[in-house]
């Protein structure tokens, strides 16, 4: 963007990052906290509690900094601007990629330890319904 603005490259690319982000990013924390969170509570999943109320602060926090770094995403879409702040960015980044490193290494393993069939079931099953599609089966 320094060199070239917000040409149509630019804001396609922010388009693409909008339409994530405004999307799947939304859904997958709402798996997580009104599904996966409380069926980890419930199996007594050793250190649950902290795991969540760690997990769903840093939910926060990327919701804050997304909201901040949507606006600017919009304007290069629109073409009016060819500014990031660069800071921002990086927090941003950074925290989504510690936040699913976190979750690949210790929640997912935790679930598979800890979930029986029917509970992962009924995840899958919460997960299809919240993105209107079918549910496919096992996960």
């Known amino acids: 963007m320094p060199a070239h603005g917000a040409d149509a490259q630019a804001q396609q690319a922010a388009r693409a990052v909008l ?7 939304v859904h997958h924390h709402d798996d997580e906290e009104r599904n996966l969170f409380p069926l ?19 939910h926060d926090e990327l919701a804050l900094l997304w909201r901040r770094l949507r606006g600017q995403l919009q304007q290069i879409e629109a073409g009016s601007t060819a500014a990031l702040d660069e ?15 976190f979750e690949n290494t210790h929640v997912l393993p935790l679930a598979r330890q800890v979930l029986d069939a029917a509970a992962i079931e009924r995840l899958g099953r919460a997960m299809a319904a919240r993105r209107g599609v079918a549910f496919a089966g096992s996960l």
């Open 87 to 101: 800071a921002l960015t990086h927090r941003f980044v950074a925290l989504n990629r510690s936040h699913l490193e």
């Open 19 to 25: 339409a994530y982000f405004d999307t799947a990013a």
């Open 40 to 58: 980890l509570e419930q199996a007594g999943a050793p250190g649950a509690c902290d795991l969540v109320e760690t997990l769903t602060l840093e």
